[in-house]
């Protein structure tokens, strides 16, 4: 682990996966808290890393200073749920040796009824003799080949609700100054920290700038389609908002989240027809196996029902939105939107209410 500042979560990480690892490798990068105080009670193994505004730097330190066969890497607000617990003490015991690599999903978000609504996948234990590296300052990644094991151990995040995009912000600023190249994927982060700062035309050029290498994984290419479009959104723009959810087919087959936003852009627009297509077309795809890119769980499963409901209902067709808002309700019984739609189209069909 590399942490600074995370007397808040340290101590639920670590007894999140207390008993599992025969050592515990913690780099601090220069907490003022009492994060070391705490990391000391589960580990005498606590180093220190002079911060040079590098992730990766200080990741392969810390990566330098394990001992055993493999490595699991956590962030102090990751956390391991009881069933991933017993999974991985599973794994531990069962791995095939000559497995170099473990990938798990990544549970990002949750809703209020503690449905996983985002997740990623990313490569979590590594066989230490492989000496993989991190690459990048910000937004690292671990550079991974060999045999690869797609897990269903999943860690979950559990932030704070703490901002860090300035401290990323200005680590790119402090690249792009010194004339640092910037890799695909450097674009692609870059403009992430400011769409998430909410500064949309500034990323609009960043993520063009990145579309225009040609380059970078399909995942990241998608993801900055729709992140143009939402900058588009949020500018007024409709015809380019558009041309961006549209500019995604270019690259990949028709993804769930990208029929989502066309059905959302049609409905906005009071397009019934053309809404309903493609929240229809939404139901129909087949959610991709062991998928590394973002997944937007609700596209998958209920929204597309309840917007098509809502897109029935226009068109005056109640019955079909009765029944897409009750294969809604399959997935969140308790949703107060879709308990008001049921109530509403039962009185307008005459029907009696159903469990």
């Avoid at 040796?97 to 209020?112: C, E, I, K, T």
């Avoid at 029929?259 to 129909?284: I, M, P, S, V």
């Avoid at 309840?306 to 309700?329: F, S, T």
Wanted: proline share 3%; glycine share 6%; hydrophobic share 35%.
């Amino acid at each position: 682990m590399i942490v600074r500042n995370e007397e808040n979560t340290i101590a639920r990480c670590l007894d999140s996966v207390r008993g599992i690892p025969d050592e515990i490798v913690l780099v601090d990068t220069g907490s003022i808290d009492s994060t070391k105080v705490i990391a000391k009670q589960y580990t005498d193994r606590v180093m220190d890393f002079t911060w040079i505004d590098d992730f990766a730097a200080a990741r392969n330190y810390s990566f330098s200073l394990a001992t055993m066969e493999y490595i699991f890497w956590l962030d102090a607000d990751d956390v391991l749920a009881e069933t991933d617990r017993e999974q991985l003490l599973k794994l531990k015991n069962y791995l095939d040796p000559l497995m170099d690599a473990v990938n798990m999903p990544y549970l990002l978000s949750f809703d209020q009824f503690g449905t996983v609504t985002f997740s990623l996948r990313r490569n979590r234990l590594v066989k230490k003799s492989r000496n993989y590296q991190w690459i990048g300052a910000v937004h690292e990644y671990l550079e991974v080949y060999g045999h690869v094991l797609n897990s269903n151990i999943c860690i979950t995040h559990k932030g704070t609700g703490s901002n860090h995009s300035d401290r990323n912000l200005k680590i790119f600023e402090k690249l792009k100054e010194r004339g640092d190249p910037f890799s695909p994927r450097d674009l692609y982060y870059y403009a992430n920290e400011l769409f998430d700062r909410k500064l949309n035309n500034r990323a609009v050029d960043a993520y063009q700038e990145f579309l225009k290498t040609g380059q970078g994984w399909v995942e990241d290419i998608l993801s900055a389609c729709g992140k143009v479009a939402d900058c588009y959104q949020n500018l007024g723009e409709k015809g380019r908002e558009l041309e961006y959810i549209l500019k995604s087919f270019e690259y990949a087959t028709p993804r769930a989240e990208f029929c989502c936003r066309l059905g959302h852009y049609f409905l906005r627009a009071e397009q019934y027809d053309q809404g309903a297509f493609w929240y229809k077309l939404a139901t129909q795809l087949e959610k991709p196996l062991d998928s590394w890119g973002p997944i937007i769980e609700a596209c998958w499963t209920w929204l597309p029902h309840l917007q098509l409901c809502v897109c029935y209902d226009r068109l005056g067709k109640r019955e079909l939105a009765y029944e897409h808002n009750e294969i809604a309700r399959k997935y969140r019984l308790e949703d107060p939107q879709i308990l008001h739609n049921k109530k509403y189209l039962e009185g307008v069909l005459g029907l009696s209410s159903k469990e």
